[in-house]
């Protein structure tokens, strides 16, 4: 079992950043896959960014590539999403997940844990 914490959230000027950062509770946060997903009004969840147990691999989605990464620092049970030259379109709220696979999935019915989210809103 484990609980996840989101923070970071807020609002923040088309082309500016934010970072993200998601604490789990419990022992084996080392054994979860862990993904970043995020829903905006009227939209459906959607994947964002995943990073496998060890950290060695990183995914996500197109629209995100080259301004978001993901890392996870498997000591303080933390997984952080650094988001740079954010658009209006990034605007939702994040939650952070955990999966009990082995690889990272871009479906959140495979993932476990969530998180209770935290909302990032970008202004034009």
């Known amino acids: 079992q484990v609980q996840l914490v989101e923070s970071g959230g807020g609002l923040v000027q088309a082309g500016g950043s934010l970072r993200l950062s998601c604490v789990a509770s419990?022992?084996?946060?080392?054994?979860?896959?862990m993904g970043w997903f995020r829903q905006a009004p009227g939209k459906e969840r959607e994947f964002v960014a995943g990073?496998?147990?060890?950290?060695?691999?990183?995914y996500y989605r197109d629209s995100v590539k080259g301004r978001f990464t993901i890392s996870r620092d498997n000591a303080k049970k933390t997984v952080t999403l650094q988001m740079n030259s954010l658009k209006p379109e990034d605007t939702a709220v994040y939650y952070c997940?955990?999966?009990?696979?082995?690889?990272?999935?871009?479906?959140?019915?495979?993932?476990?844990?969530w998180g209770q989210g935290t909302q990032v809103t970008v202004s034009s």
């Open positions: 990073i496998t147990r060890g950290g060695d691999t990183t």
């Open positions: 997940a955990g999966d009990v696979s082995t690889v990272v999935h871009t479906t959140q019915r495979h993932y476990d844990y």
């Open positions: 419990g022992r084996t946060f080392s054994s979860y896959v």
